[in-house]
């Protein structure tokens, strides 16, 4: 008898072994073939994709139909061949009345304002890349920054065109506004010339309203990229933040004064007390303005407000509750001269559609720079194209000199030494009793004028 039974055993378990050898053999086998049949194929891929690229290597450049993630080839030599023979040939495809539409002035305009901003600025001037392709031509780089400017459009929309990148487009915006800031901006942010103020002071006096010198109000642009910490400071009543430009503008249009920059929480009360309006008349740097309505002189000219405005010497409201006939004739036409600077701000916008759009820009230098470049341009349209506008004075007819002798009057920029004379013409400025005489005399006139016209 064998109560352990020994034998049994041990070919138990030499049977239970021999499996597990079986069983790890099918195993490695198909182990094996996993390796063989699916890992070394695909272990170069999966290589590649792991592998980090180094951040500072150059792309190459390929053809538009070559596959990658490299640098297109944008064809610019092409691009710029067909933009001039768009626009700028002898017999262009376009004519000038769509070169006026799409560029918002005429060709001649552009392209002087095009020459001189390429003279201030090496960076327009065409160069070859890396490669030694050619690269962008002063064209292609002033149209992309005129057409950021005039449609408001996003950087990266002109590359079908122009084949301009959307940050040389942003580099070129930056570079022309200020290459037009430095060559046009004495010319054409200037102060009125004795010439220009006796050509204002005409226009004013035939509208009824002698010793007027414009229109002057605020005008807000939406910053939507405003920084976080200072949103609040620049957030108006529009909940929305902006800056705000305060112009003086004349019956064509043109812009005379422009401040740009003051947050949009401030209404217009506040702009005009930090404004440098009447720099020039408080240090005694104007030329003088005389006139006499309704038989009395007056020494100082004024602009057309809306009633915010504070009851100044240089400043004609309208009548707000008119019951006489006289108060509402005298409503009627102030309310209607008023107008030339809210109608500056219109074609403004709607030349430049970036100063109407939400901007984009992040840096307050750059939106100074678009805004004041925009009010350049625009001038230079409305010094071009005045003399289509319809009854038009010939400006001959104001060429008068300031003195007997025919010596003109020169604006100078010394520190003012007698602070009691600024004072005075400060006194003399926001004297509220000529404000209302002046007033009274300008309902008198107005209805003497105009009362007798059924119309």
Not at 91 to 116: E, K, S, T, W
Not at 149 to 176: N, Q
Not at 289 to 317: E, H, M, R, S
Not at 356 to 370: F, M, V
Request: proline share 4%; with cysteine.
């Amino acid at each position: 008898m064998n109560p352990f039974n020994f034998s049994r055993s041990s070919s138990s378990s030499s049977s239970s072994s021999d499996e597990r050898r079986s069983s790890r053999a099918i195993i490695d086998q198909e182990i094996d073939d996993f390796l063989t049949n699916i890992v070394h194929p695909l272990a170069p891929t999966l290589i590649s994709n792991v592998t980090p690229t180094p951040r500072n290597r150059r792309a190459k450049v390929t053809d538009d139909n070559e596959a990658g993630h490299s640098r297109p080839n944008r064809g610019r030599v092409e691009g710029h061949r067909r933009l001039f023979n768009d626009y700028f040939a002898d017999q262009p495809v376009y004519p000038a009345r769509l070169f006026r539409r799409r560029f918002r002035m005429q060709r001649h305009v552009f392209v002087r304002i095009m020459d001189n901003v390429i003279a201030s600025d090496e960076w327009f001037t065409q160069k070859r890349d890396a490669t030694g392709q050619l690269g962008l031509s002063p064209l292609q780089k002033c149209t992309a920054a005129i057409r950021m400017l005039a449609y408001g459009v996003a950087a990266d929309s002109l590359d079908e065109y122009v084949r301009i990148s959307e940050s040389t487009t942003r580099i070129a915006l930056m570079k022309f506004t200020k290459g037009v800031i430095k060559k046009f901006g004495a010319e054409y942010l200037r102060r009125p010339t004795p010439d220009d103020l006796a050509r204002l002071l005409r226009f004013g006096e035939d509208r009824g309203f002698p010793g007027m010198v414009g229109s002057i109000d605020c005008m807000h642009w939406e910053w939507k990229n405003c920084p976080t910490a200072w949103k609040e400071q620049f957030q108006g009543r529009g909940g929305v933040a902006t800056l705000v430009l305060e112009a003086v503008a004349d019956r064509d249009l043109w812009i005379w004064h422009s401040f740009f920059g003051i947050p949009g929480s401030c209404n217009d009360l506040n702009v005009l007390h930090r404004s440098p309006v009447f720099r020039d008349v408080l240090e005694g740097r104007a030329p003088p303005v005389q006139f006499t309505v309704n038989g009395n002189q007056y020494d100082k000219g004024y602009y057309l407000t809306d009633c915010i405005y504070p009851n100044w010497a240089t400043f004609i409201q309208s009548v707000t509750c008119p019951h006489t006939l006289k108060d509402k004739l005298f409503a009627q036409h102030q309310e209607g001269a008023r107008k030339d600077v809210e109608r500056a701000f219109g074609v403004l916008q709607s030349r430049f559609a970036i100063v109407r759009k939400p901007s984009l820009a992040w840096d307050e230098e750059i939106l100074n720079d678009i805004m004041l470049s925009c009010i350049i341009m625009h001038n230079m349209i409305v010094e071009d194209e005045r003399d289509t506008y319809a009854h038009y004075a010939d400006t001959t007819v104001f060429n008068t000199n300031t003195s007997n002798n025919g010596d003109e009057f020169e604006y100078y920029h010394d520190r003012i030494v007698d602070i009691n004379q600024y004072m005075a013409n400060r006194d003399a400025i926001e004297d509220q009793h000529v404000h209302h005489s002046l007033k009274r005399d300008l309902v008198a006139n107005i209805w003497q004028k105009f009362g007798g016209n059924s119309n």
